[in-house]
Antibody, heavy 119, light 110 residues
Framework: EVQLVESGGGLVKPGGSLRLSCAAS????????MNWVRQAPGTGLEWVSF????????KYADSVKGRFTISRDNAKNSLYLQINSLRAEDTAVYYC????????????WGQGNLVAVSS | QSVLTQPPSVSGAPGQRVTISCTGT?????????VHWYQQYPGTAPKLLIF???NRPSGVPDRFSGSRSGTSASLAISGLQAEDEADYYC??????????FGGGTKLTVL
């Protein structure tokens, strides 16, 4: 069974930093591209970042470029998102998602991890 | 403002058929990129409902169907059931912006 389990969220002050982790199991992690998607309270889904299976291709949404860093450790079956210079508008539930191997659909999602930015 | 445009809400009575539209531009849906649909219940993670415009993952009832034409796509739900009340999102790829979502549509079963 495919499982994606996020951790590392919490309450952070504006300007602070946080590192989200996503532990993957039930599939060959190193073969799949991964993404982070977020959802601010009461709003829709926003794609945040993409990383290819071997980390040689990385992409960010304009809203987070320069502040967020996506990475992965295939030996540990883990995906990460380093979030710096946090702003109130970064408050959201962050989802780790697996990208299908035949399309850019997100075929599996983690349970979500809340990041709240407030002074 | 989302790159893909969806109606904020739709509604229908049990047993009816409803459709949710997803309108893009020439740099995403109109460029031939596939459209995918997700279903989300409050407080839970989204679930893939339709991928590659028309395909259903295993376990998704055939009451759900997708289509794409030009710069738009649609999700149709036939034989509406109370359990279909949820939020629905379309998603595609954009040649400039990478992965993009619609703003979401809240389906109310009357």
């Amino acid at each position: 069974e495919v499982q994606l389990v996020e951790s590392g969220g919490g309450l952070v002050k504006p300007g602070g930093s946080l590192r989200l982790s996503c532990a993957a199991s039930g599939f060959t992690f190193s073969r799949y591209s991964m993404n982070w998607v977020r959802q601010a309270p009461g709003t829709g889904l926003e794609w945040v970042s993409f990383i290819s299976s071997s980390s040689n291709y990385i992409k960010y949404a304009d809203s987070v470029k320069g502040r967020f860093t996506i990475s992965r450790d295939n030996a540990k079956n883990s995906l990460y998102l380093q979030i710096n210079s946090l702003r109130a508008e970064d408050t959201a539930v962050y989802y780790c998602t697996r990208e299908s191997d035949t399309s850019v659909a997100f075929d599996y999602w983690g349970q979500g991890n809340l990041v709240a930015v407030s002074s | 403002q989302s790159v893909l445009t969806q109606p904020p809400s739709v509604s229908g009575a049990p047993g009816q058929r409803v459709t949710i539209s997803c309108t893009g531009t020439g740099s995403n849906i109109g460029a031939g990129y596939e459209v995918h649909w997700y279903q989300q219940y409050p407080g839970t993670a989204p679930k893939l409902l339709i991928f590659g415009n028309i395909n259903r993952p295993s376990g998704v009832p055939d009451r759900f169907s997708g289509s794409r034409s030009g710069t738009s796509a649609s999700l149709a739900i036939s034989g509406l059931q109370a359990e279909d009340e949820a939020d629905y999102y379309c998603q595609s790829f954009d040649s400039s912006l990478s992965r993009v979502f619609g703003g979401g549509t809240k389906l109310t079963v009357l």
